[in-house]
């Protein structure tokens, strides 16, 4: 099991390059696109290597999978998100890539595929009627998100707050790292500061009142924030809540983002997670703090050029949709 972790780790956390702006300071998206067409044997390099990739960092996981082998990491990302391995490895250029073939059983199997002498294209068309007030609230919230100041205060207290005074912990397979007393010592020590929604609907039910914000479902796309673990994970959900007329790459980066804030997420979590070859980020104390903030800010610097292209296929998607 330490060695599945390990090879996750070494695939994604590579990253040192710095993003030179911050969200908040992001110019303005261009809607304006230009079409590209791509000749059959580049696209088929193209999609090799997104399946290879998406094997590399999948297959071991899917062999313990096989074996009921619980990942508690990645697990997460599976079943709380609803995309499954297979979609994630299945290859989309996205709208506005024209593919050149000449054979047509070689293309994706995609039924969102028009062709027109000898090139197939996403059809922004197909995308349903009943989810174009989705798409705009989807795109509203990202745009409010990526537009807001970040805030890295939280230091992680919601796993925290999960857990306070309960007998009933939401991972209950997983051993605890501190007795129940201390742990809710330590909680009732530290504001709760959470921004988002849906981390906070798992708090328990006296750790709610003590959260500084009051956060519901109505007013989710006002508080998101671009600082947040939880709201830069999520940019896997509203990536693939658009495929295939999103490219399978960009979704594939908003899920290495995602597994890589999740580590994180339980790394600085009450749970022990050393079995798994994790050693934990000790919120409890100052270094431990120090080490999850400077983590926190590195997620919202790789978050903020995915989020943004994101808004932009989203607003591209939707203005082709309109105009169809």
Same mark, same amino acid.
């Given at each position: 099991?330490?060695?599945?972790?390990?090879?996750?780790?070494?695939?994604?956390?590579?990253?040192?390059?710095?993003?030179?702006?911050?969200?908040?300071?992001?110019?303005?998206?261009?809607?304006?696109?230009?079409?590209?067409?791509?000749?059959?044997?580049?696209?088929? #390099?193209?999609?090799?290597?997104?399946?290879?990739?998406?094997?590399?960092?999948?297959?071991?996981?899917?062999?313990? =999978?096989?074996?009921?082998?619980?990942?508690?990491?990645?697990?997460?990302?599976?079943?709380?998100?609803?995309?499954?391995?297979?979609?994630? =490895?299945?290859?989309?250029?996205? #709208?506005?890539?024209?593919?050149?073939?000449?054979?047509?059983?070689? +293309?994706?199997?995609?039924?969102?595929?028009?062709?027109?002498?000898?090139?197939?294209? #996403?059809?922004?068309?197909?995308?349903?009627?009943?989810?174009?007030?989705?798409?705009?609230?989807?795109?509203?919230?990202?745009?409010?998100?990526?537009?807001?100041?970040?805030?890295?205060?939280?230091?992680?207290?919601?796993?925290?707050?999960?857990?306070?005074?309960?007998? =009933?912990?939401?991972?209950?397979?997983?051993? +605890? =790292?501190?007795?129940?007393?201390?742990?809710?010592?330590?909680?009732?020590?530290?504001?709760?500061?959470?921004?988002?929604?849906?981390?906070?609907?798992?708090?328990?039910?006296?750790?709610?009142?003590?959260?500084?914000?009051?956060?519901?479902?109505?007013?989710?796309?006002?508080?998101?924030?671009?600082?947040?673990?939880?709201?830069?994970?999520?940019?896997?959900?509203?990536?693939?809540?658009?495929?295939?007329?999103?490219?399978?790459?960009?979704?594939?980066?908003?899920?290495?983002?995602?597994?890589?804030?999740?580590? &994180?997420?339980?790394?600085?979590?009450?749970?022990?997670?050393?079995?798994?070859?994790?050693?934990?980020?000790?919120?409890?104390?100052?270094?431990?703090?120090?080490?999850?903030?400077?983590?926190?800010?590195?997620?919202?610097?790789?978050?903020?050029?995915?989020?943004?292209? &994101?808004?932009?296929?989203?607003?591209?998607?939707?203005?082709?949709?309109?105009?169809?």
């Amino acid at each position: 099991m330490q060695n599945l972790i390990f090879n996750f780790q070494s695939s994604i956390f590579n990253s040192t390059d710095s993003i030179p702006y911050l969200c908040y300071m992001l110019s303005e998206i261009q809607d304006k696109e230009t079409q590209e067409t791509i000749p059959q044997a580049e696209w088929i #390099i193209k999609k090799t290597s997104h399946e290879q990739r998406v094997d590399e960092l999948l297959d071991d996981y899917l062999e313990a =999978r096989s074996r009921q082998e619980k990942n508690p990491v990645v697990d997460f990302l599976f079943e709380y998100y609803a995309f499954r391995p297979a979609s994630l =490895r299945r290859w989309s250029p996205g #709208i506005d890539v024209n593919l050149e073939y000449s054979d047509p059983e070689q +293309l994706p199997e995609l039924s969102e595929f028009s062709m027109n002498d000898g090139q197939a294209f #996403i059809n922004p068309e197909f995308f349903p009627d009943k989810r174009l007030s989705a798409l705009e609230w989807m795109l509203m919230m990202l745009e409010n998100t990526q537009n807001s100041r970040p805030s890295f205060g939280c230091f992680g207290m919601h796993e925290w707050a999960m857990v306070y005074k309960t007998d =009933r912990p939401r991972h209950n397979q997983l051993p +605890l =790292r501190m007795e129940p007393e201390p742990l809710a010592e330590f909680v009732e020590s530290r504001p709760l500061l959470c921004t988002h929604f849906d981390a906070f609907r798992f708090f328990t039910k006296p750790a709610k009142p003590m959260n500084k914000y009051e956060l519901s479902r109505e007013e989710f796309h006002n508080t998101e924030q671009p600082g947040c673990i939880h709201s830069n994970m999520d940019l896997y959900k509203w990536a693939f809540k658009i495929y295939p007329w999103i490219s399978s790459d960009l979704v594939l980066e908003a899920f290495e983002l995602a597994l890589e804030a999740r580590y &994180i997420d339980m790394q600085a979590s009450p749970y022990d997670m050393r079995e798994f070859g994790m050693e934990p980020i000790k919120i409890e104390t100052e270094e431990g703090r120090r080490v999850y903030k400077q983590k926190q800010e590195m997620i919202f610097e790789k978050g903020c050029p995915i989020r943004e292209a &994101i808004i932009s296929k989203m607003r591209r998607l939707l203005m082709l949709k309109k105009n169809s």
